[in-house]
């Protein structure tokens, strides 16, 4: 492990991009400055690490890019060092080349790396930990859905960005008399479906963690219909299953005359709406559009907190740990502890209630 | 035709959702106000006339509703009274029931009619003055294709949201070095994708009125590549087609092995994009978001507009007319000569050339 | 105090304006309406019990309002039945009305009080559960200086506000070469200012928990100038106060060759600053502009979950108490420990040092 | 005058700050290059030329700077070569420089200048057209003034800012029964405060082109109330003088017991409407956020548009001549026509006189 002042230190980001990224990284060089660090970007991802990609970051490289979605440093689902395709005997295998990344952090004479990521680049951060690279962790997850802290960055966008369109939604299914079903992101976790749904006033919101059954959402609609309100706004996340899971969904697929406009779970609700109950019912799918964007001022905050905190770790030799929220401090904790603890919506928590007690519908 | 003062109008809202259509309601009974004329709004559109489903309309009803999109008064794109199915023998046949309009015109001692529509709505409009009831038309067309007006409202409120979404997608796009693909509006004209490319920096910009060669836009993408710009942002009007039309789209959809993937133009151009060029790509259907949300301050004061000159239309007995923007001027024009009268962008016009210009590919 | 189950309450809206107030009311009716209680609005905060002005609220009257600031019901600073304005022998006196207002809830039937308010508002709630009145509270403060709970909505909506005024002051900023003075609220906690501050890139935040020193301001703008930085943004808080205090200002004032241009504490600081660097500067004061506006998705749903609670405290008697957040769930605190407890920034608090480690002076 | 081909161009920005400069500049170097034109950025406007400080621009200079506001080549209210101040026997003495500008052209190996400005910047630009230097110009006025043009970007952007603005002092109004006034630009000009205040829903408009009542201002507000509706909006052009001018505010001022509070006219405004109705009355001045962030769809496409005709004027060898909008076409017009040419409301046109009939009072 590190002994010494520490003067060099490498920062990448990993993973699906996220606003906020680039408000970490500022953070990052501008604490450094005040503690005499010089920081060198790794372009994206470990892959930079392992091409030895690099971009020496001064105080003038990260000036205006606060309010800027995406990461200046560049980013990438791939590239992992412990299992990285090559070319061995004319066949594509995967081979671990971390000694290759070890080598490129000697030879950039970096003390240490901040690697800000998802749960799979962290688990990577985790693994050059384990093997004696000084590293801290900086958690992102635009779903929110990381146990070990209090809330992640680029969350509260992506929730304002598919509030707002639930709002635009609004106005069209109420002057049309239709059900607008809006998919938004959340493979395991729903966060970004019920608090967007509790934010835009949805009539159903669709939870991976809730499996629902198609009978209710109807029955809410027409319920709904009968009481004179003759439009509905249904939230789905991109993983919410009905009760009985993918066989339903593949036997609805089978059943289906135009399978073509079946795509996610989103178009099948869809579907199944306007044969259930006779209206019209239109399907967006929010997609890429929640992960772009300036970051709210929330995530600017945390984000630029985030990056700070990182600063303090690598000052204390807390390597392998990784920043987080306890409202209303930013503390640490092991990588090891955090990495896989996925944070889901209780089915019997406070949010959940409230929801239904409002009378929104989950589909149970 | 009509004599004497007019005491009283109906107003009604046809066609596809647009952001502003409150605001020309709003503008039509204040300024009928102001001449003593009482307003009786319509419900969905023709439909209201056929099954005399009215709202009278006060100065309160529609306080509060100029920064709000949809209609008051509900709208759809069915309900033609001259083409209106009933059941005859057992059998649903299409029936000319404009003279139970009229009688529930008269009825509700209507003097004249006020239409606000599309294409559709107002050649129903024209119908109606051509058996001699009073009418005013009110153009509505998000897509901004009519050529008797220099512009619709409702147009700049989905240029801006189409804008706002490359926006989003450009630090994803740069972050990820993808290739992202935006579908927006335009069936026959367009208009939305062609400036909001311009406004959110597009790369390459794909328009029903020029059919596209996918080896151009494949080129494109390369080029900007080899000159270190490792994304692209490609906009797509839905009605957009590549050389050789509907023969060539067919036959892809044929040869590809996962048809599901392929939707509308814009998955079939992403499609094509990520096989040409080995980026990966992705897509995004901006789709409902597009005729949602407060309108704009151009749309919210070119509805104004347009309900104050209906009325102006109304007290100068100029019925059969529609009103138009003639910069800076609100005017008129004969419906008749109105409707059906597309408005395309013009291939070798000023635009498209600055486009090009600026090194935007239109595909050809 | 109240036995038996509640059947009907009064819900009324207290002290400024403040986004999320109508998500409150409408969580209240829909909740409620799920336990058969029905709700009564009170028009105009206490005025509303004094002069019985009431409002029996449906599901219908909330359709609607959650996406929109303000409150249906009215609100006013003034009004405390304890302490009444009334004719008295010719004379205005203060006067206790409480009596009255006990009989108007007793009149309406009401079983129990829904207040939400800020500070003063509470501190009446509180004094009507002194004398037997089941009371329960619901906190509204725009900035966010209350130490009973984690975070008030209303304040997000206002940070947002903010910070997006910094961004638009910025590129003007950095084109002209000037220092941008913002006046942000926050009379006695700087939270607005320190967090619009931080999101925004603010290089100047001066806090009224942390009396500044011009010099320090003066010094730092300069200190950019060297180093090729032409511009800089200054936020202020409202509250904000030069080391020494009013009479340092009052001095100031009374040297000033034009006291008109020296309105707050923004106009102070900008003409100082202009005076100290030669720089020109300009002065933005924010004002009303921070308590209006749809709320954003969080201070919905921080709202919504607000007004939830508040029925649950009411079912379960806890009167004399008030919802707040201790994250991530919504608790209760007694009001008689809650009120007149501000939350103000740490001087020496963790979110203040990372302001300082990133290059924010704060003045000292 | 110029003769051959055009190899090397120059281009500055002067006068205030205002969205769509940068798209302006975009275009200018994006089409200089398909015409192998090489572009040189002079930095602060003409002060740059004097000084000789320069920048030559490249594509990747101008990348992402479309959405951006301000200008990358900084901007300035000073600096006229024909008057600019120089040391002379120890006095500070106005001398015309120009001939040191045409030095610094030449040594440049600038073909041709592009001028990028408001009115006082455009005169000087035709001051050098006059003495011999090829010069286009690009109008920019963020009040939409000039009557040479149909719009200016700009413009969108401000009215936008403002309109957002009215719709956030709507609720608070609404929910505090107060009189809120706006004061936005417009010195010679109305065009903000007319259009944002039919954008917004404003119950009262005042501009410079029509001297306005108090009387009648106060007289509306007291109308309102009687009806029913227990607020107003107020927005005040910078420029609007009330029936007698100076002199009537003048008097105002010496009458009033804290001439501190009057600042601006939208202050006298505020003060005056709560002495004459008794409401809570307030007052906001929008200031330099209307110049600042992100240009609109239409100002992005508009400034694009412009750039790229200011280049076709050059290769046309228009010189002396300007670009501008006739919609839906870009064309030019002599300088010499177009510069002090001001574009004000017509106190009987067609947009004033919609106001008066949905009820808006002018003040007359």
Chains 1, 2, 3, 4 share one sequence.
Not at 52 to 59: P, S, V
Not at 144 to 173: P, R, V, Y
Not at 228 to 239: D, L, M, Q, R, Y
Request: aromatic share 4%.
């Amino acid at each position: 492990m590190l002994s010494g002042k520490i003067k060099k230190i490498g920062v990448l980001t990993g993973g699906g991009d996220c606003p906020g990224l680039n408000a970490v990284i500022r953070a990052i060089v501008k604490t450094a400055a005040s503690y005499s660090i010089s920081v060198v970007g790794i372009l994206d991802g470990f892959g930079g690490l392992i091409h030895n990609q690099t971009w020496k970051l001064t105080e003038k490289d990260v000036m205006g890019i606060l309010p800027r979605g995406g990461t200046i440093l560049g980013t990438t689902n791939r590239d992992d060092p412990f299992n990285y395709p090559v070319i061995q005997d004319g066949k594509k295998v995967l081979a671990d080349v971390s000694s290759q990344v070890k080598n490129n952090l000697h030879q950039n004479e970096l003390d240490a790396l901040i690697v800000i990521g998802g749960d799979g680049t962290l688990k990577i951060a985790l693994g050059f930990h384990q093997i004696g690279v000084p590293v801290i962790g900086v958690p992102k997850t635009i779903d929110n859905d990381l146990s070990a802290t209090d809330q992640t960055f680029g969350f509260d966008t992506a929730l304002t960005t598919a509030t707002e369109a639930i709002d635009k939604l609004h106005t069209t299914a109420e002057s049309h008399h239709r059900v607008m079903v809006l998919e938004v992101m959340g493979r395991y976790a729903g966060w970004i479906a019920l608090q967007s749904g509790l934010a835009g006033g949805a009539d159903v919101i669709l939870l991976p963690e809730i499996p629902f059954q198609m009978s209710k959402v109807i029955g809410k609609i027409k319920e709904r219909r009968d009481h004179g309100k003759k439009f509905s706004i249904i939230v789905v996340a991109e993983g919410a299953m009905p009760l009985g899971g993918h066989m339903v969904v593949q036997k609805h697929i089978e059943d289906s005359p135009d399978p073509v406009r079946l795509g996610g779970i989103g178009n099948l609700v869809g579907v199944q709406v306007e044969e259930g109950t006779g209206m019209e019912t239109r399907v967006t799918v929010l997609g890429h559009l929640q992960r772009g964007g300036s970051p709210t001022a929330f995530d600017r905050i945390l984000a630029t907190r985030y990056g700070n905190g990182a600063i303090h770790l690598l000052n204390s030799k807390k390597f392998g740990e990784m920043v987080c929220l306890r409202t209303p401090d930013i503390k640490s904790v092991p990588l090891s502890e955090a990495v896989g603890e996925l944070r889901q919506v209780s089915p019997e928590g406070q949010m959940v209630k409230t929801a239904e007690q409002i009378g929104i519908c989950l589909g149970r």
